[in-house]
Structure formats: structure tokens, C-alpha cells
């Protein structure tokens, strides 16, 4: 069983900043790309920001300059450092664990995190 915690999230004003992190816990060998998504009420759920194994990170034009994705390899934990926070960022954060290896199965496979609320308002 594995599974990915995030935390962070909360209410924010415009302008501010969060940090979001995400942890993966199981019978995990590696994982390739870990990424954190975000859906808003009423709109489909996107790709903020991704991060390879290596360190190879890949960002939504919307984010770019003011989100930071950075990785630990050894805590299987991802984190998202948000800046210059507007109310369009309001969204459920969602962590996605891509192609998990699990030893156990012998076979790679994806998973996300529970959700984490981010509200940003005056």
C-alpha cells in the first residue's frame, strides 16, 4: 500500500505565500516523476508543477516565476514553494506519484494524494 500525505495548504491573502509538501509512504523502490496538481471548483484538475528522479522539474505557464518544485529523494517527499499568491490559485492541491516501482508487485503504478485546500482571499 502506498500513499501520499500532503500538507500546507490554508487561507492565504493575496500576495502571500504557502509551502506545500507532499510525502510518499509504502513499499516504494523509487519513484519517477512526482507532481502536484490543483483543481478549482467547477474546472478540470491541471499540472502545476512536476519534478523528475533526477531533478528535472516542468512548470504550468501560469505558475512559472512565482512556484517552486523541489524533491527529496530520500524522504520520497515533494514540496511546492507558492509565491505571489492570487485568488485564481484557489484550488484543492493535489499530490501525483507516477510510476511508483513497488518491489512486492513488480510493477509500477500511480497514485495521488488526498487533496489539500488552498484559499487565497482578502
Known amino acids: 500500500q502506498v500513499r501520499a500525505v500532503e500538507s500546507g495548504g490554508g487561507l492565504v491573502q493575496p500576495g502571500g505565500s504557502l509551502r506545500l509538501s507532499c510525502v510518499a509512504s509504502?513499499?516504494?523502490?523509487?519513484?519517477?516523476?512526482m507532481a502536484w496538481y490543483r483543481q478549482a471548483p467547477g474546472k478540470q484538475r491541471e499540472l502545476v508543477a512536476e519534478?523528475?528522479?533526477?531533478?528535472?522539474?516542468n512548470y504550468a505557464e501560469s505558475v512559472k516565476g512565482r512556484f517552486t518544485i523541489s524533491r527529496d529523494n530520500t524522504k520520497n517527499a515533494i514540496y511546492l514553494q507558492m509565491g505571489s499568491l492570487q485568488p485564481e490559485d484557489t484550488a484543492i492541491y493535489y499530490c501525483?506519484?507516477?510510476?511508483?516501482?513497488?518491489?512486492?508487485?513488480?510493477?509500477?503504478?500511480?497514485?495521488w494524494g488526498q487533496g489539500t485546500q488552498v484559499t487565497i482571499a482578502s
Open positions: 501525483h506519484l507516477e510510476d511508483v516501482y513497488l518491489p512486492s508487485v513488480g510493477d509500477a503504478k500511480n497514485f
Open positions: 519534478i523528475t528522479s533526477s531533478g528535472i522539474a
Open positions: 509504502g513499499d516504494i523502490f523509487m519513484i519517477d516523476t
